[in-house]
């Protein structure tokens, strides 16, 4: 391979992810501008009027709708349906806002209307329907916790890659249980610190953002392969941090607010928002969204071990298989383990398993010591090598799920080859009986002095 093409390889992936950071946050957070953010105005002819003088100043950043009174105003605000309720009588006007939806988005509409009430002659009174606790004065902390739980999920899914003795089950059992740990401990800090309301709720949406990230991931992996990286970096933090609510969604671009919907990062704030500060409002979408994810991972490792199964039956048609397992889950190439051969016996005293291991006998069935044991793919490509010990045996660990052909040589011997299909989480043996070339020629060499004899005795 020429160096040309190992230095891009080798920057192609950093390369993209510094562009992505570099265009993503600089451009959602840059200069926030409200974009078609929901206002409702009590009464309809002020509603024509609050709309009119904000599209003056603001083209296309409000749709305002008109609702019956005040009272309906503020309670849109807690429904979520709008982010502010306008209110004007006489010399008096009332503008019900919500800090938790974040401070930025609070400052510019109290901004917007104490200019537009002023312009009215009347007195701008600001009501905050959804206040934050204390110690979250920008009513963005509940997004720092939700990238707490958003990015770890990925790395998890990344390191259950490397897991070559767990199965499918294995590793999704393991991101439940490592899904509800986080929300647990998570949810016990942001209490403890007076970050967030104590509602264990919110211990639901911390789960399903864990688990949805997790499962996705490993659902992806077998078929991004060695673009699992920059696929799993790119959804998770180049394109879920800005679209996370850090700065309000209705202040980002279009683009930003398309990915807010459907992001689990953003959906997971916007859920620990409903069930912290607006009575469990609005809740529901996100909850479907991150289900969703969680179905769709599934689906894909569902996927994946159709496709292997497919290939294990065409294979098992063309090559007899003995004991052959069901499909493996194939990790991506650059999050695989190193093959490695393992000391025999030493794992059981370690935390490595093998995953390939057998004995190597002659034709009398006594161990063969030293004897070479070559592990190769499909394509002929060596994997490792290793040695018999003095009882015959070898053991070896790391290797890719699928097919691999493993042969045995020692001099003087004739080298023997089985095909195996390796599955994650299970030892497969494979075992050797070689014969001796030497005992085979020097029985040729006796019978052929014994004709020779025969025939002069003959003669």
């Given at each position: 391979m020429s160096l040309a093409r190992v230095l891009a390889e080798a920057v192609s992936i950093p390369a993209i992810l510094f562009l992505g950071l570099l265009f993503c946050f600089p451009m959602a957070f840059h200069q926030p501008q409200p974009d078609h953010a929901k206002l409702v105005v009590a009464d309809l002819a002020t509603e024509r009027k609050v709309d009119t003088a904000l599209q003056r100043q603001h083209p296309g950043g409000f749709d305002v709708t008109a609702v019956a009174d005040a009272q309906k105003a503020r309670q849109a605000v807690l429904d979520r349906d709008a982010v502010a309720g306008f209110a004007a009588k006489g010399r008096h006007a009332d503008l019900y806002v919500a800090k938790a939806n974040g401070v930025t988005l609070e400052q510019a509409l109290t901004k917007g209307f104490t200019q537009l009430a002023a312009h009215n002659h009347q007195r701008l009174t600001v009501t905050d329907v959804a206040p934050t606790v204390s110690k979250d004065g920008s009513g963005t902390t509940l997004v720092y916790f939700g990238i707490a739980w958003n990015v770890p999920g990925y790395i998890l899914a990344t390191t259950l890659l490397r897991a070559v003795t767990f199965n499918r089950r294995r590793k999704l059992m393991t991101?439940?249980?490592?899904?509800?740990?986080?929300?647990?401990?998570?949810?016990?800090?942001?209490?403890?610190?007076?970050f967030f309301p104590d509602d264990p709720a919110a211990l639901a949406i911390a789960f399903l953002l864990t688990t949805a990230v997790a499962t996705f991931s490993l659902g992806m992996a077998p078929f991004v392969k060695h673009f699992f990286p920059l696929v799993g970096l790119g959804l998770y933090v180049v394109l879920s941090v800005p679209s996370s609510g850090l700065v309000p969604v209705q202040l980002l671009p279009r683009f930003f607010?398309?990915?807010?919907?459907?992001?689990?990062?953003?959906?997971?704030?916007?859920g620990l928002r409903g069930v912290l500060y607006f009575d469990d409002a609005g809740v529901l979408k996100p909850v479907l969204v991150l289900c969703a994810w969680i179905t769709?991972?599934?689906?894909?490792?569902?996927?994946?071990?159709?496709?292997?199964?497919?290939?294990?039956?065409?294979?098992?048609?063309?090559?007899?298989?003995?004991?052959?397992?069901?499909?493996?889950?194939e990790d991506p190439v650059v999050e695989a383990p190193a093959p490695t051969a393992l000391p025999v016996h030493a794992h059981h005293f370690g935390e490595l398993l093998p995953m390939l291991e057998g004995v190597v006998r002659d034709g009398e069935q006594q161990p063969v010591r030293h004897a070479a044991v070559t592990v190769m793919d499909t394509g002929g490509r060596q994997l490792v090598r290793t040695t018999t010990n003095a009882r015959g045996e070898y053991a070896v660990t790391g290797l890719p799920e699928g097919y691999i052909s493993v042969v045995v040589s020692c001099p003087g011997r004739d080298p023997l080859v089985h095909q195996k299909l390796l599955q994650s989480g299970v030892a497969v043996r494979a075992d050797f009986s070689m014969r001796d070339r030497r005992n085979g020629t020097s029985a040729r060499a006796a019978t052929q002095r014994l004709d020779l004899s025969q025939a002069r005795h003959g003669s």
């Open positions: 991101v439940v249980g490592v899904a509800a740990l986080f929300s647990v401990v998570g949810f016990y800090v942001g209490v403890g610190l007076g607010q398309g990915l807010h919907a459907v992001m689990p990062l953003g959906n997971a704030v916007d769709a991972g599934t689906a894909l490792l569902s996927l994946d071990a159709w496709r292997h199964h497919r290939m294990a039956v065409r294979r098992g048609a063309e090559v007899e298989q003995e004991d052959i397992p069901e499909p493996p889950v």
